[in-house]
């Protein structure tokens, strides 16, 4: 009977350990520092990344003056030139492994899909970058507080900024070549 009960405590615990790390947080490797870490860290546990409701809830992802780059691209799953534009962030941040550039992807999708179709796209591509979900729909009230060149809501832009240097982009990324180079105007 002892023996049984071990075995299955062993089988329980290998069970559990298998699971562990299996669930939708993700732990990106390259986080820059604890103000950025802490509003990356998901704040729903059945998802991979947080959900902010108001641009005050993650405004550290805008001023941070550290030494660091960061780009900060805000896209959607339902915006056909943000998806197209993606891969060019991606090969960013695996080839660029040094500690002075975060990459930080702001899905602008609507709050009835974060946990369907956004959730969906984020676990099926085998995407590291950092995710956070921003639904406030009152545009007008921090489009320019993220830049005051962003008139109008239109996706994609991206935020290039390292202290006090800024490069804001609207629209489409076209080429990797073309990303490294907004990176290097800010460096």
Do not use: H
Request: glycine residues 6%.
């Amino acid at each position: 009977m002892a023996l049984s009960r071990f075995s299955l405590y062993l089988f329980l615990l290998a069970g559990f350990m298998s699971c562990a790390g299996s669930g939708p947080a993700r732990a990106y490797t390259k986080v820059a520092n604890e103000a950025v870490k802490s509003t990356l860290t998901p704040n729903d546990p059945n998802l991979p990344y947080p959900i902010y409701a108001s641009f005050d809830e993650m405004e550290a992802l805008f001023n941070q003056n550290d030494g660091r780059t960061y780009v900060v691209n805000f896209w959607a799953t339902w915006c056909r030139p943000c998806l197209t534009e993606l891969p060019y962030f991606e090969q960013l941040a695996k080839e660029t492994s040094r500690d002075d550039l975060q990459v930080i992807m702001v899905s602008l999708d609507k709050p009835q899909d974060i946990r369907g179709k956004l959730k969906e796209f984020v676990e099926d591509r085998p995407m590291q970058l950092p995710v956070v979900s921003f639904t406030d729909n009152n545009y007008n009230g921090w489009l320019y507080r993220v830049d005051q060149n962003w008139r109008g809501g239109s996706i994609p832009v991206t935020l290039f900024y390292n202290g006090n240097q800024r490069k804001f982009n609207r629209g489409q990324i076209s080429s990797y070549r073309e990303l490294q180079g907004l990176v290097a105007q800010v460096q």
